[in-house]
């Protein structure tokens, strides 16, 4: 059993290991991720970005894509499709992205915050069971 200890320590000391920087990153991270202004930024970001994406041109690709493979149904596609049109979308789409964007940013504040409030106790946590693993060690070595 007491060979084992080690190998059960050492998780808990990895775990402790980054804790500290975690905390203060932590803090960082919960009050960016919080903040409704870079909530909104990134929320933006993410629907310019699809919309953008859900424009492209694919009529292009594909003629090339008809011309290597004649049989393929891109020769059906029209020289002027969009890639939003190809996938069926509705032109609401990357908005509704950018509000799950939103929400997913306001959760992983909140996590972050969580992480952040938690850091300390789980490194004395950590501490503690090193500590114990080493009078566990120290015992069986007697």
Same mark, same amino acid.
């Given at each position: 059993?007491?060979? @084992?200890?080690?190998?059960?320590? $050492? ?5 402790? /290991?980054? $804790?500290?920087?975690?905390?203060? &990153? ?13 909530? &909104?930024?990134?929320? #933006? ?5 699809? !919309? /953008? ?8 690709? /594909?003629?090339?894509?008809? @011309?290597? !493979? ?5 020769? *059906?596609?029209?020289? &002027?499709?969009? $890639?939003?049109?190809?996938?069926? @979308?509705?032109? #609401? *789409? ?18 972050? /915050?969580?992480?952040?409030? *938690?850091?300390?106790?789980?490194? !004395?946590?950590?501490? &503690?069971? +090193? ?6 060690? !120290?015992? +069986?070595?007697?």
């Amino acid at each position: 059993m007491t060979r @084992r200890l080690p190998l059960i320590a $050492l998780p808990l000391l990895a775990l402790a /290991a980054p $804790l500290p920087a975690f905390a203060a &990153d932590g803090d960082t991270a919960a009050a960016v991720l919080g903040d409704p202004v870079a909530q &909104d930024r990134m929320a #933006d970001t993410v629907t310019a970005l699809v !919309d /953008a994406l859900m424009r492209l041109n694919v009529g292009p690709l /594909a003629e090339a894509v008809a @011309r290597a !493979d004649p049989e393929s149904d891109a020769a *059906y596609i029209p020289p &002027d499709a969009t $890639l939003g049109e190809l996938a069926g @979308r509705d032109p #609401d *789409y990357g908005e509704r992205l950018g509000s799950d964007v939103r929400a997913g940013t306001r959760i992983a504040g909140h996590m972050a /915050a969580a992480m952040a409030a *938690y850091a300390p106790v789980l490194k !004395d946590m950590a501490r &503690d069971m +090193a500590a114990q693993w080493e009078r566990e060690r !120290d015992a +069986a070595r007697r």
